[in-house]
């Protein structure tokens, strides 16, 4: 699933409706695997012709009603929702960083600038060749040197909860 949008409200307004429906999900298919197991053991213990199945009462969530959980979601193993969803936000620097001293900066720019000048290739060299003559971020450097074998649990994960992921 892909959502494009402009905006950071509407972007974490998607992802909290997303959290809903795989946590409703989730309970659904909880209380379907026990429904089944019960009917199970009524067949064996009762003959056909004397059994017969309940329809659960709809749930009905409000919006008001719910706190969605955000981040890591675990089904006995079987991830979001039982299917394993990984959801999460992508967004400018200026909204996903988590740098101290870049946080400090107040424009969109001035954002930019401050990270490329910790995590541009050309930075990195020059830090290699003469350790500690420049900054670099220390998240950065922690995502490249754990590498694409880097993995997140199946959930979902808002700008708030990535930031709070590192």
């Known amino acids: 699933l892909v959502y494009c949008t402009r905006t950071v409200p509407e972007m974490n307004s998607v992802m909290e409706e997303l959290a809903t429906v795989l946590n409703y999900r989730a309970e659904q298919l909880s209380a379907s695997e026990a429904l089944n197991e019960n009917n199970q053991q009524d067949e064996a213990n009762h003959s056909a012709e004397n059994t017969f199945r309940r329809k659960k009462p709809r749930k009905v969530y409000k919006k008001q009603d719910i706190n969605p959980p955000m981040g890591p979601i675990c089904n006995r193993g079987k991830g979001a929702g039982g299917s394993g969803v990984l959801a999460l936000c992508l967004s400018s620097r200026r909204n996903m960083c988590v740098h101290e001293r870049v946080l400090e900066e107040s424009d969109r720019e001035a954002v930019d600038a401050a990270c490329r ?6 930075v990195l060299e020059k830090v290699k060749q003469n350790p500690g003559s420049l900054e670099t971020c220390q998240y ?12 997140m649990p ?12 590192g």
């Open 154 to 165: 199946s959930g979902i994960y808002d700008l708030d909860q990535l930031k709070k992921w």
């Open 140 to 151: 950065y450097d922690n995502f490249q040197s754990a590498g694409e074998a880097t993995t």
């Open 117 to 122: 000048s910790m995590t541009a290739s050309w």
